[in-house]
């Protein structure tokens, strides 16, 4: 079963559309997760810990920090990229489409932008 985490930089208003399109979809906010001002490394931890995909918009230091969290032996359920300038009703459509019709194995150790460009 696929269960996702937003990053703190994340728009909020994907993960309300989401659950909205999807009310059994699994998303916990970064508010929810306690995420703000945590740095990306530890992101990375909590959401291996919790065994959910991250989902963020920093497609600038968190590639980056998600190789180092896999060099240093350590798995990840996976993250994905969304652009902050995607429609969000797109990125909410991806989303869904992905929970429902992919096994969480598929993007275990992988950093994927969704929806793909």
């Given amino acids: 079963m696929i269960r996702f985490v937003a990053d703190a930089?994340?728009?909020?208003?994907?993960?309300?559309?989401?659950?909205?399109?999807?009310?059994?979809?699994?998303?916990?906010?970064?508010?929810?997760?306690?995420l703000?001002?945590?740095?990306?490394?530890?992101?990375?931890?909590?959401?291996a810990e919790q065994n959910r995909i991250l989902?963020?918009?920093?497609?600038q230091?968190?590639?980056?920090h998600f190789g180092e969290f896999l060099?240093?032996?350590?798995?990840?359920?996976?993250?994905f990229l969304v652009s902050q300038y995607a429609p969000i009703g797109e990125v909410i459509?991806?989303?869904?489409?992905?929970w429902a019709a992919s096994d969480?194995?598929?993007w275990k150790n992988r950093v994927v932008n969704v929806p793909e460009s």
């Fill in 55 to 59: 989902v963020t918009h920093d497609r």
């Fill in 71 to 79: 060099i240093s032996g350590r798995s990840s359920p996976g993250v």
């Fill in 36 to 47: 703000e001002g945590v740095p990306d490394p530890d992101v990375l931890a909590f959401a």
């Fill in 104 to 106: 969480a194995g598929e």
């Fill in 93 to 98: 459509d991806a989303l869904v489409l992905i």
């Fill in 9 to 34: 930089d994340f728009n909020h208003a994907i993960v309300k559309g989401c659950r909205r399109q999807e009310p059994t979809l699994d998303f916990l906010s970064a508010n929810e997760a306690k």
């Fill in 61 to 64: 230091t968190m590639p980056h």
